[in-house]
């Protein structure tokens, strides 16, 4: 249920409220929304929205089913912000504050000298963090699957060289504590985006999320996922939008560009769009990179790597960082004209 409190009310009446929830065992979790105090309670018992309706100072009690909750605006009204503190001096990464934050790197962490130059290209063209799979998850299990361990050191080297913080994908729970260890953001793949036990095991580290939507979920099951994360108390979660599937072959995937608007008319959360797995073409990746930034999505993701054609996963919609440096140009124009 969703426990809305008069304008004036104060600490003191949402206190009853706490110690209300603390009694029945339930977790509050509190917001603010049109300027009311909001605690959302994950219960829909009759006696005890009876009883917070006695309180002073309520506005209403309103069930909210097993629909998206605290993904919500009406959760909270406010526009949510990531943010990555650096322990460099640097100035913290914010996602969801207004400008556009760009994640490249290649698709997977293939050695050493490729993820560094990927890194100090990325940084000089002005992009904010590094991305790149230790862990992939591969169609075919005979494919390429990532340098694991190995590769989660390198992250940390090229953050280390460049102060670009890491995003990197965490497959299963078992993966977790060793990627959590190494990443500034986890990432959760479209192929986990309903893995409910990785989800709420990714909430529980602490690290802020980037949940990709699956590639045939809907944006209410994206929102539903990261309730998962955020019933951990973990409301660190940026949404991505990396196309779905359709009929349409001439492209990888769907660039769902209404996902932008929709999901920020009903949530909080920053959004991000991913051009490069919405493609699936290298010749594709900007022109859906700018669209993404026209509708208003808080950033991209996007796969880079100095030799594109003899990258060991997605080749196909991976751009050289020539390419990159001119997306991130364009990107700059279409955000000081959406400003
Ligand atoms: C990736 O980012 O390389 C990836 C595997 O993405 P997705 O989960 O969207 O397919
Ligand atoms: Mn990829």
């Known amino acids: 249920m969703l426990i809305v409190m008069q304008p004036d009310a ?8 706490l110690g209300l929830c603390e009694a029945a065992n339930f977790r509050p979790y509190l917001s603010m929304a049109q300027g009311c105090r909001v605690i959302a309670v994950i219960s829909e018992d009759a006696e ?24 919500t605006r009406a959760f909270r009204s406010e526009n949510s912000v990531v943010r990555l503190a650096s322990n460099n001096g640097t100035p913290p990464v914010c996602i969801g504050a207004g400008s556009c934050i760009v994640m490249a790197g290649p698709c997977a962490v293939e050695d050493r000298e490729t ?29 390429f699957q990532g340098l694991g361990l190995k590769g989660l050191e390198l992250l940390a080297e090229a953050r280390e060289a460049t102060h670009l913080p890491i995003v990197t994908e965490a497959l299963s729970v078992d993966d977790l504590p060793v990627v959590a260890r190494y990443a500034d953001m986890l ?30 979920a809907t944006l209410e099951e994206l929102l539903l996922s990261a309730e998962y994360i955020l019933a951990t108390g973990n409301e660190s ?24 608007p929709v999901l920020r008319h009903q949530s909080h959360l920053p959004i991000i769009v991913d051009p490069s797995h919405a493609a699936g073409r290298r010749d594709l990746v900007t022109p859906l990179a ?16 100095p030799n594109p054609k003899r990258a060991l996963t997605d080749a196909d919609q991976t751009i050289t960082l020539e390419a990159f440096e001119d997306l991130m140009n364009r990107v700059r124009k279409i955000e000081l004209a959406r400003a």
């Not at 104060?10 to 409220?17: C, D, P, S, T, Y």
């Open 187 to 216: 990432q959760i793949g479209a192929r986990n985006m309903q893995n409910f036990a990785l989800l709420r095991a990714a909430g529980e580290t602490g690290k802020p999320v980037l949940l990709k939507r699956g590639m045939m």
């Open 115 to 143: 993820l560094l130059e990927c890194a100090h290209r990325v940084r000089a063209a002005g992009g904010h963090m590094l991305r790149g799979g230790a862990f992939k998850p591969r169609t075919s299990p005979y494919a």
């Open 290 to 305: 700018l669209a993404g930034i026209a509708a208003g999505a808080d950033g991209l993701i996007v796969e880079v790597h």
């Open 48 to 71: 005890f929205a009876e009883a917070v309706r006695r309180l002073p100072g309520i506005a209403s009690v309103q069930p909210l089913g097993s629909a998206a909750k605290l993904s």
């Open 237 to 260: 979660i940026i949404l991505c939008e990396r196309g779905i599937r359709t009929f349409e072959p001439s492209t990888r995937n769907t660039l769902d560009i209404a996902a932008v």
């Open 10 to 17: 104060g600490v003191r009446q949402a206190g009853n409220v």
